[in-house]
């Protein structure tokens, strides 16, 4: 009779063994994937900053802001055409104004510069922190498979201990039961 009641408390504090370590893998894994969320955010954050610098209203001002240079100058042209304006008030204002041209040139060249660095370097950081990610999920999960499937051959040698524990504690109950004590007491 003890026998049974010590292969039920073994088989239990098998199951529970098992349920605990099943828990505690559940929770490094929930571990991991925090922080596999946290180098998302921080990428996610550098693809925001990317599309801030690479917004296009500054370029778009900057466009506008020529195009009425332009359109200055086209009505300067009609104005010399016309005869309006004398030769050397005309020269000292187009001057002027392809000065400024100039310098919104080459501002605008700056800043194209400066947005395709900025482009490149984000695009380099995010692909290696996707390879990074990719390798560090791939390594993790491979950890964790070989430690379950570990766990898992445990588990089923000893279900295999207990059901040929259990069998022994039969045949030893069937010797029991045919003999002269065991028929008075099964009775």
């Given at each position: 009779m003890s026998k049974i009641i010590n292969a039920i408390i073994i088989g239990l504090l098998?199951?529970?063994?098992?349920?605990?370590?099943?828990?505690?893998a559940t929770l490094e894994f929930e571990n991991q994937v925090n922080v596999w969320d946290s180098n998302y955010?921080?990428?996610t954050d550098k693809v925001y900053a990317f599309e801030k610098v690479s917004d296009p209203k500054t370029i778009r001002l900057y466009v506008?802001?020529?195009?009425?240079?332009?359109?200055?100058?086209k009505f300067l042209g009609k104005i010399v055409?016309?005869?309006?304006?004398?030769?050397?008030?005309?020269?000292?204002?187009?001057?002027?104004?392809?000065?400024?041209?100039?310098d919104i040139n080459g501002r605008i060249l700056l800043l194209q510069n400066e947005i395709y660095d900025v482009a490149a370097d984000i695009r380099t950081s995010l692909i290696n922190n996707t390879n990074d990610?990719?390798?560090?999920?791939?390594?993790e999960l491979k950890i964790n498979r070989k430690f379950?499937?570990?766990?898992?051959?445990?588990?089923?040698?000893?279900?295999d201990n207990l059901i040929n524990y259990i069998?022994?504690?039969?045949?030893?109950?069937d010797i029991i039961k045919?003999?002269?004590?065991?028929?008075?007491?099964?009775?």
């Open positions: 098998g199951c529970g063994c098992f349920t605990a370590g099943l828990y505690y955010q921080i990428i506008k802001e020529l195009n009425k240079i332009l359109d200055d100058i055409e016309s005869g309006q304006i004398s030769d050397n008030t005309l020269d000292s204002f187009i001057d002027k104004h392809q000065k400024r041209i100039g990610l990719n390798s560090i999920v791939t390594a379950t499937e570990e766990q898992i051959e445990e588990i089923i040698v000893k279900i069998d022994e504690v039969r045949a030893e109950l045919d003999s002269k004590v065991g028929k008075r007491i099964f009775e």
